[in-house]
């Protein structure tokens, strides 16, 4: 009997520590509390305003929003914002940012409007440090040097930006290399991968069994049920960031679980 209730404590001990996370400290986390974040900038549903576009970014600060956004690198290293793995559906044309020249990129526009594909440098300007940002890293083959300038550019903003992505490689090199930065991991539920990763990893990438990697300061989870291990990371002291809220009416009980609210679709008060 005492073997089980010893090998149980092992198991039970090493499962905390794959999970545990990081330990950002309460002034580092402060500007990133309370707060709401326009997804993709305050843009239109009917992509009237599109998303990551300029104009939506610029809606989102004069809003006194902080904002979250997505940035990937160009062909010739250039560090844009755009969400998707490829352009078919921003741009209706086939192709990936990795593969592309910025130059390429500008002859495009996004949603059918005269908006075209922002440079960060372009975000963080209208920016300009006057409200907290989230910036998600998107995995590519050129992630690294993505990862790299990224750094670089946080470095010299003025304002508070932390940063998260669903690849724990990405999170992983802020660890090691900008370990001050607040760091989040993006997760889901494991059915919501949908086959774009094998299961295992889906069901690793769900239970946040690559902590023991990256120890992130918060956990940005996709609204739903969270399997216990999101949970118990958030019982030792994970920051607790939804993504996406989408029904106004419901906006105070998600402000009310969580840290913080990744919102699109209305605005709410802050």
Same mark, same amino acid.
């Given at each position: ?159 508070? !930006? ?5 690849? +724990?490689?990405? =999170? /992983? ?7 001050? $930065? #607040? ?36 956990? !940005? ?5 969270? +399997?216990?291990? =999101? /949970? ?7 920051? $607790? #960031? ?29």
């Amino acid at each position: 009997m005492i073997w089980i209730i010893a090998a149980v404590v092992i198991l039970v001990a090493g499962w905390i520590f794959l999970i545990y996370p990081g330990k950002a400290s309460p002034e580092a986390r402060a500007p990133f509390t309370g707060r709401t974040f326009a997804h993709r900038g305050l843009y239109e549903l009917d992509q009237s305003v599109p998303e990551n576009s300029l104009t939506a970014f610029r809606r989102a600060a004069e809003a006194g929003y902080g904002a979250e956004m997505d940035v990937q690198m160009t062909k010739d290293g250039q560090v844009v914002v755009f969400h998707d793995d490829d352009l078919k559906r921003g741009c209706g044309v086939d192709g990936r940012i990795c593969d592309m020249t910025l130059a390429e990129l500008q002859a495009l526009r996004l949603f059918g409007t005269e908006e075209r594909i922002p440079l960060f440098a372009e975000v963080l300007e209208i920016f300009g440090g006057k409200q907290p940002l989230i910036v998600e890293l998107k995995y590519a083959p050129n992630w690294k040097p993505l990862s790299d300038a990224t750094r670089k550019m946080l470095a010299e903003y003025p304002g508070q !930006a932390c940063i998260e992505s669903f690849h +724990p490689a990405i =999170v /992983r090199d802020f660890r090691i290399n900008d370990p001050e $930065r #607040v760091r989040g991991q993006l997760s889901q539920q494991a059915r919501l991968y949908k086959g774009a990763i094998p299961g295992y990893q889906a069901f690793a990438m769900s239970r946040l069994l690559t902590n023991i990697a990256t120890r992130p300061d918060f956990i !940005a989870y996709c609204i739903g049920p969270k +399997p216990l291990s =999101v /949970r118990l990371c958030e019982k030792l002291g994970a920051m $607790r #960031v939804c993504w996406t809220a989408r029904d106004e009416k419901r906006h105070g009980e998600q402000v009310r679980k969580n840290d913080a609210v990744i919102f699109e679709g209305y605005r709410p008060e802050e």
